[in-house]
């Protein structure tokens, strides 16, 4: 029995010493292949666009006004854009570019905005805007474009609906999993970055985008 103990015994301080590495091992013969040979990607390396004619989750919570929740209804926000693509977002077609903002710049849309701007999009565009302070830096990833100063200043609030719903080059589609309205939430705090910086932020369908 003490045999036996020892043997148990002998056999932990072994397992604790090489951790899963045995067992990775014999699977990894068995299999082919081993979770530490797996391929992986740096963000925006393998950006994937949502697929045709696909409809995004969020889109069911299109309700008939700001603020309200759809329990059920049908869609039917008279506001909500008609479907556009990315390369409409890139040639800069009317249908993107002449969107009308519907949401008033209120301290609600502003909180509201900050919260899913923090959530999403802070990450890769820095809680600034400034486009130097994002998190995936710490992570030795170079920081995203800037939203507060050059180029986005300029763009139409409809342009930068365009960019959050379907994407635009590297940038992913946000349409998935920010609302119709969130989108222009975002859209109004991005502006309030802009304006605390001195940038002569545009009111959205005036001004034209691009670089």
């Not at 059920?72 to 002449?98: C, S, W």
């Not at 600034?128 to 507060?148: H, K, N, Q, S, V």
Request: glycine share 12%; aromatic share 10%; charged share 15%.
């Amino acid at each position: 029995m003490g045999k036996l103990r020892g043997g148990f015994a002998l056999l932990t301080v072994l397992m604790a010493l090489t951790a899963c590495t045995p067992m990775d091992n014999v699977l990894s013969g068995i299999f082919g292949r081993s979770m530490r040979d797996q391929r992986s990607f740096d963000p925006y390396e393998n950006t994937r666009p949502a697929p045709e004619n696909s409809v995004a989750f969020s889109a069911g919570n299109y309700a008939a006004v700001p603020g309200d929740v759809n329990l059920g209804q049908p869609e039917g926000a008279v506001d909500v854009p008609p479907p556009f693509t990315q390369l409409d977002v890139l040639t800069q077609q009317p249908v993107v570019m002449n969107l009308v903002n519907p949401v008033e710049a209120t301290g609600e849309s502003l909180e509201r905005g900050e919260e899913i701007y923090q959530r999403y999009c802070a990450v890769c565009h820095g809680p600034d805007g400034a486009g130097t302070t994002c998190y995936i830096a710490e992570a030795g990833f170079p920081c995203a474009y800037p939203l507060i100063t050059g180029a986005p200043v300029t763009y139409t609030d409809g342009y930068l609906y365009g960019m959050i719903r379907v994407g635009r080059g590297i940038m992913p589609s946000y349409g998935h999993a920010i609302t119709h309205y969130d989108r222009w939430n975002v859209i109004n705090y991005i502006r309030s970055l802009q304006a605390a910086t001195g940038g002569a932020a545009v009111t959205g369908n005036t001004a034209t985008g691009g670089e």
